[in-house]
């Protein structure tokens, strides 16, 4: 027996709406990993190192609301150089579904060194971004985003292509 026509587009739209199941959480984040790749590559090459290492320190107060005089605390971490190029990473969140490009930072109260080896601590990325009242800003993130746009796009729409066309192929629609 023939299928008419109104079968066959209730069969197709039945089909359709599997779709967007292609799209999970953990899809989704996989094809965004890899679009982000073009942002965190012009993130990075936009940070300019320096030649030495830097330091953070822990003073405890002198007095009531006065902290300790400047090169008086003890070091609590040592930043290498290269440290804050190697922490801008594609970031997941637990109540997200998105992927984000920034610096990672290490967990609050931590110490030691930073980016000699594969530890990284960002924390300063705001302050090499936007500057301080005693240096002015790189906006490597700034300049990274319009740079990387059109390759992040590109690389989305590839992605989602192969999706519907292993969707396509597994359906047969």
Do not use: C, W
């Not at 066959?8 to 739209?13: D, M, R, S, T």
């Not at 073009?38 to 830097?54: K, M, Q, V, W, Y």
């Not at 984000?100 to 990284?120: D, E, I, Q």
């Not at 790189?138 to 390759?151: E, F, K, L, S, W």
Request: hydrophobic share 35%; proline share 4%; net charge positive.
């Amino acid at each position: 027996m023939a299928k008419t026509l109104e079968q066959e587009v209730k069969e197709a739209i039945k089909k359709l709406q599997l779709l967007p199941k292609e799209f999970s959480k953990k899809t989704k984040r996989k094809m965004l990993r890899k679009a982000a790749k073009p942002l965190i590559n012009a993130a990075r090459n936009n940070i300019g190192d320096s030649n030495e290492p830097h330091y953070r320190y822990k003073t405890s107060k002198a007095s009531n609301k006065l902290r300790a005089p400047k090169g008086k605390g003890n070091v609590v971490a040592v930043y290498h150089p290269g440290n804050l190029r190697k922490s801008i990473k594609a970031l997941t969140f637990r109540k997200s579904s998105d992927i984000f490009v920034g610096p990672r930072v290490a967990k609050r109260g931590s110490g030691g060194h930073y980016g000699k080896g594969s530890r990284v601590d960002g924390y300063y990325a705001a302050m090499v971004e936007f500057g301080t009242r005693n240096t002015a800003g790189q906006a490597y993130m700034r300049r990274a985003v319009p740079a990387a746009t059109q390759a992040v796009q590109k690389k989305i729409i590839s992605e989602t292509k192969i999706i519907i066309e292993n969707f396509k192929n597994k359906n047969k629609v």
